[in-house]
């Protein structure tokens, strides 16, 4: 029971409340006097009779105008408020004491830690932080503090500020540190150079390999370039999010990048999204803007460009030429500032020397070339990005994170995920829906089953002829990988060699899927 007391500014007044509420065995929990004449009394709650009984008696007390009951006192409902507004902020909040302790966490803060609200309070920022020294921050200038920060494989920003209390003395005293974590957004620099080791626009690229570390390292000196560039790789290893992270470390960064893909789509759609087309064109009284027209001043991504058609081909290289187009059944030439981003799973190299791409568009485009290495070529990566991908899917499930089996990264790093990093994803998410314990298996992620790791040349029957035993190694070979590439035309692509020869030994060696 809560009580607010109107009254006038009279010397013994607030004796009087407090002995009433003695007379009736009332006990006072907290008080609060406000300077405009309100006194605010919080107790418990009371029966009816004794209720309007007390409210009577306080009013017939000289000085009191009014009273009546209210459900929070002053304190309360600005603690409340404050609460409720710092579980409804999107990024993570916490109270930090002078001994480094958690005083209080938002709601984001628990999910970012996967918290409940009970185990957070008290637990030292050491043991959530452990590579942030509180007690060296304490002790030197408890300046205001940003530091970039890793938690389960993705990149945050961490803001760390003292807070200070002011008493009637007017000084300040320090009390106690409020600490932001938000995730790092791709905002554009002001700087023409940034360092190769700023994450500006590559925040969720991990990898721990030679080749991923050169790839990156590439990507982020030729992101600020305005020549085209183009990306090879395999299916899957994240040609598209590669474009897109070079545009977001760009000076582009604040205009729009839009993606075309370049696969089977007939040429006059192909046109018309590409460069538009005029009014009354296809029936329609309104003209209509090509991706080049709309990101004007950004970046547009042509994906899969080995299919494009040797009729869009031409158009493409005049843009690419001076930056100046016609839209579909208009004569004027429309001139924008756009760079081109080409991506392709294909050898274009190869492409281009088969006839099957024009060359000069393809010296056009191979100014600039980053090749995305595939998974199975840098198997040291398995474990960094399997950790991103369990933490990125079990926030969207609202699950707690699960351990990983002793053997499961060995036995991922030895598959050969023909569908990179795209595939890896999937069956993380998968593997997460069917997980009935806490423990991650290698059984969950329904990988097809390979022959022993261990059978190599020492299980070859080494009787015959030098023929025969090779054979008998190569029947092997082809075995092995068809079970990871379980079709004659990746298998092939896999191995280098013509999709006739490899369907004829599959034939010969009677080797099947399994």
């Known amino acids: 029971m809560r009580l607010e007391v109107f009254c006038e500014d009279r010397l013994g007044l607030t004796r009087e409340l407090l002995d009433i509420l003695a007379s009736k065995n009332i006990d006072l929990r907290g008080i609060e006097i406000d300077i405009s004449g309100i006194i605010y009394l919080n107790c418990p709650d009371i029966d009816f009779e004794t209720f309007s009984e007390l409210m009577a008696e306080i009013r017939r007390i000289s000085g009191v105008k009014d009273v009546r009951k209210i459900q929070f006192m002053p304190m309360e409902r600005h603690n409340t408020e404050l609460i409720s507004l710092l579980n409804n902020l999107p990024d993570a909040v916490l109270s930090i004491d002078l001994k480094g302790s958690v005083d209080m966490a938002n709601h984001s803060a628990l999910s970012l830690f996967n918290k409940e609200s009970g185990d957070m309070n008290g637990v030292h920022i050491s043991a959530l932080l452990p590579s942030f020294n509180f007690q060296r921050w304490i002790e030197g200038s408890k300046s205001r503090l940003r530091e970039e920060i890793v938690l389960d494989g993705l990149d945050y920003l961490m803001e760390m500020m003292p807070v200070y209390i002011t008493g009637e003395s007017k000084e300040s005293t320090f009390a106690s540190a409020m600490m932001i974590i938000r995730p790092r957004v791709s905002a554009v620099t002001t700087e023409t150079q940034l360092s190769l080791h700023n994450n500006l626009g590559f925040e969720h690229f991990v990898g721990v390999s030679n080749r991923h570390k050169a790839l990156i390292t590439q990507a982020k000196k030729l992101a600020m370039l305005d020549q085209p560039l183009l990306i090879e790789g395999d299916t899957g290893t994240g040609k598209e999010m590669l474009a897109r992270a070079c545009h977001n470390r760009s000076d582009r960064a604040d205009y729009p990048f839009l993606v075309l893909s370049c696969a089977s789509m007939p040429d006059d759609v192909a046109e018309t999204e590409l460069f538009g087309h005029a009014p009354g064109s296809f029936n329609h009284e309104q003209g209509h803007k090509g991706i080049f027209e709309q990101a004007n001043g950004g970046t547009v991504l042509l994906d899969e460009i080995g299919e494009m058609s040797p009729h869009l081909q031409i158009k493409l290289l005049r843009f690419l030429q001076d930056g100046t187009f016609r839209r579909v059944g208009e004569e004027h030439e429309i001139h924008v500032d756009v760079r081109v981003i080409a991506s392709t799973r294909y050898k274009l190299a190869e492409l281009a020397e088969s006839g099957k791409f024009r060359e000069d568009l393809f010296y056009r485009l191979n100014v600039l070339t980053l090749t995305i290495p595939p998974l199975r070529e840098r198997p040291s990566d398995v474990q960094p990005l399997l950790e991103l991908f369990i933490a990125k899917h ?113 034939r010969d060696y009677g080797i099947k899927k399994r």
């Open 394 to 506: 079990t926030a969207k499930l609202s699950m707690v994170k699960p351990k990983l089996d002793e053997g499961l990264l060995d036995q991922l790093a030895l598959y050969q995920w023909p569908g990179n990093m795209r595939q890896l994803d999937n069956m993380v998410l998968r593997a997460l829906t069917e997980l009935q314990d806490d423990v991650l298996t290698v059984e969950l992620f329904h990988l097809p089953q390979l022959e022993n790791s261990n059978a190599g040349v020492t299980s070859i029957n080494l009787d015959g002829s030098l023929d025969d035993i090779m054979k008998e190694y190569e029947a092997q070979v082809l075995d092995r990988l068809y079970q990871s590439f379980p079709s004659s035309r990746k298998l092939a692509k896999r191995l280098d060699v013509s999709h006739t020869s490899v369907a004829n030994k599959l």
